[in-house]
């Protein structure tokens, strides 16, 4: 099982804090439930093991704010908990996202179709990877390989490799994303990926407005 690591110390601080003050902190009730439409199965070596995955996107209902999101698995290898999709379970904000997913998300997030299992397949092995060393071929996890060998695996392997090419190479974003990283010890850790409301924008701005004053005043 991956975990994910903090995040560098921003520079920008004051301003970061901004942008996150609006985020909540506390544990909610949320209810998987995986698409079984864009399921796909793949097997990988997992520092030299070999292991079977599937792929898949959650759509997820938060029973504690009534709002709903689709989300990406952050943990490979960890199951999904019973009560995760049968009556819900307490999920909880669980640290910084870093700052490769971040990069992913805003490259290539808006571009994925959550119909198409080709698609979902291919954003998250890169989201995977991502978190490893961003290479299908190398890092500890490598020698990805549809399951069946069919052509629609393949397809979703080009497709990751297309996202990791675009994070390798520094492409432009096409979006920017507020992302939680929510997490439970019982279940996968999931990825919510928000367009930043304007109160949250607005905070942010906020905060570089005080950098900047601070940066004036000591100058």
Not at 58 to 75: H, K, P, R, Y
Not at 81 to 108: C, H, I, K, R, W
Not at 139 to 150: F, V
Not at 172 to 190: F, H, V
Request: glycine content about 8%; charged content about 15%.
């Amino acid at each position: 099982m991956m975990q994910i690591s903090n995040m560098k110390k921003a520079a920008l601080a004051f301003a970061a804090a901004g942008l996150m003050a609006s985020a909540s902190a506390h544990a909610d009730s949320l209810l998987l439930d995986q698409d079984v439409n864009t399921l796909l199965a793949f097997t990988v070596d997992v520092s030299g093991l070999s292991k079977s995955v599937e792929t898949g996107v959650f759509n997820v209902a938060n029973q504690t704010t009534g709002g709903s999101f689709l989300a990406f698995c952050s943990e490979l290898l960890q199951g999904v908990s019973v009560d995760a999709v049968t009556t819900g379970l307490e999920f909880s904000p669980s640290g910084a996202v870093p700052a490769a997913v971040q990069t992913l998300y805003n490259q290539s997030f808006s571009l994925v179709n959550p119909t198409s299992a080709v698609e979902v397949a291919g954003f998250q092995i890169a989201l995977w990877e991502a978190l490893d060393d961003g290479d299908l071929y190398g890092g500890a996890l490598q020698n990805w390989a549809g399951k069946t060998g069919s052509v629609t695996e393949s397809e979703a392997l080009d497709q990751a490799w297309i996202y990791l090419t675009a994070l390798a190479d520094g492409d432009p974003a096409t979006a920017s994303y507020k992302l939680t990283n929510w997490g439970n010890a019982l279940s996968q850790d999931i990825i919510e990926a928000k367009i930043p409301e304007p109160t949250s924008m607005a905070l942010g701005a906020l905060g570089l407005a005080g950098l900047s004053l601070v940066r004036r005043r000591k100058s």
